[in-house]
């Protein structure tokens, strides 16, 4: 590692989800576990193992297992410099730990250390920040597939548009056309119903029960100046799921970009 990478970055969290150590360590650790709530996932599931997180179309992270100690602990880490593409002496591995403590009443706790190292450019705070503030979503899902999926493999359903403006006039807009409530709501989002479980800063958690079961993430956020972005993300979890997601995913796409967005 380079002299100059001597600027540390660190994000904490901690969640308190339902479910035995052995639950929840096949959900934080293995390839089927993490793709039901967080990314799809590629696994080897050992230590040495490689890793791979998929973010779209040929965009992804690639990684490394670094320590495996089931049900308690897994560590990893990315290739920071390849996911940003920078020079590979400008950057250290972003290193990532999960750790899984059992509490009395059948819940466990989830402890998320991912920390780095580099040279203080502005960009990097600002990434950090930003991976900070859309990590935290993440863990609702995490909870909910926990509470109501646990051991399920998830089909995924993702697609995003952009539009001029900014994230939040975006939000308000798709809030708004799908008439999102508050926690605790019914809603019918073309479609597909539910009930809202968590509402956030431009983003809405549901669980779906109709026509498919599973999880359904709304969100909005700025790229760049003067654009901002929606996206749409469901974990659904029924044989039939790879069907729905077939017919599903190109209408979604359509009606997203057709979104009206007050000036």
């Not at 995490?142 to 998830?154: I, N």
């Not at 019918?188 to 479980?197: H, L, S």
């Amino acid at each position: 590692m380079s002299t100059a990478l001597n600027v540390p970055y660190r994000l904490e969290f901690t969640v308190e989800v339902p479910g035995t150590p052995d639950q929840v360590w096949e959900a934080v650790a293995t390839a089927q576990g993490m793709s039901a709530w967080f990314l799809p996932t590629r696994m080897e599931e050992r230590e040495g193992g490689s890793l791979h997180f998929s973010m779209g179309p040929e965009m992804g992270s690639d990684g490394q297992v670094t320590g495996w100690d089931p049900p308690r602990r897994i560590a990893y880490q990315e290739d920071w410099a390849a996911l940003m593409g920078k020079d590979p002496d400008t950057l250290s591995p972003l290193t990532s730990e999960f750790l899984v403590e059992a509490q009395s009443g059948g819940t466990c706790v989830v402890r998320v250390t991912t920390s780095g190292f580099g040279t203080g450019a502005e960009w990097e705070q600002e990434w950090w920040d930003d991976m900070g503030s859309s990590w935290l979503p993440f863990f609702d899902n995490l909870r909910l597939y926990l509470a109501h999926f646990p051991g399920q493999e998830a089909t995924q359903l993702e697609v995003t548009a952009s539009h001029p403006g900014d994230a939040s006039a975006l939000w308000s807009a798709l809030r708004d056309a799908l008439g999102l409530g508050d926690v605790g709501s019914t809603v019918d989002v073309r479609g597909a119903t539910g009930t809202v479980e968590r509402v956030g800063e431009r983003q809405t958690l549901v669980r779906l029960t109709a026509p498919v079961p599973g999880m359904l993430s709304l969100f909005t956020y700025g790229y760049g100046e003067g654009e901002a972005t929606a996206g749409v993300r469901a974990y659904l979890f029924s044989a039939d799921a790879a069907d729905y997601v077939r017919r599903e995913e190109p209408a979604w796409q359509a009606w997203l970009q057709g979104l009206s967005v007050s000036a």
